[in-house]
């Protein structure tokens, strides 16, 4: 079974983290981090940034950076546009879970917005 966190970093500031947070971030086995382009490096920079101050030593956790996948801005479509960015993403999200954790274990993915917000889903892995 995997166990997915989204972990609520509100704006990032190491000191709005919650307690609750951060033991979620260090129960995980794997923290999936999103590259979002050269425009948004500052937003993956801030995230590890996060993992090295809160990840407490010796840290087990396998950190792993991925490409988030682009929107086709170009379509006349956006709704569709946008379905199929998300489901593109999901793909993305599945297929590293599957690499990393083939045998089931806790992904951790940090999010922004209100750091009292922790959220655990359970799901199979998928093969």
């Known amino acids: 079974m995997i166990t997915l966190s989204l972990i609520g970093i509100g704006t990032g500031n190491l000191d709005h983290v919650t307690l609750a947070a951060v033991r979620a971030l260090n129960s995980a086995d794997v923290i999936l981090l999103p590259r979002k382009?050269?425009?948004?490096?500052?937003?993956?920079?801030?995230?590890?940034?996060?993992?090295?101050?809160?990840?407490?030593?010796?840290?087990?956790?396998?950190?792993?950076?991925?490409?988030?996948?682009?929107?086709?801005?170009?379509?006349?479509?956006?709704?569709?546009?946008?379905?199929?960015?998300?489901?593109a993403i999901a793909s993305v999200w599945a297929q590293l879970i599957d690499q990393h954790l083939p045998n089931g274990?806790?992904?951790?993915?940090?999010?922004w917005g209100d750091p009292s917000l922790l959220t655990a889903a359970c799901v199979s892995p998928s093969g």
Do not use: Q
């Open 37 to 87: 382009g050269d425009a948004k490096s500052d937003l993956l920079d801030l995230r590890r940034l996060l993992c090295e101050r809160l990840l407490e030593a010796p840290v087990t956790t396998n950190i792993v950076e991925f490409d988030l996948p682009s929107r086709d801005d170009g379509r006349n479509d956006y709704l569709g546009a946008v379905d199929d960015w998300h489901a």
């Open 105 to 111: 274990g806790r992904v951790g993915m940090l999010v």
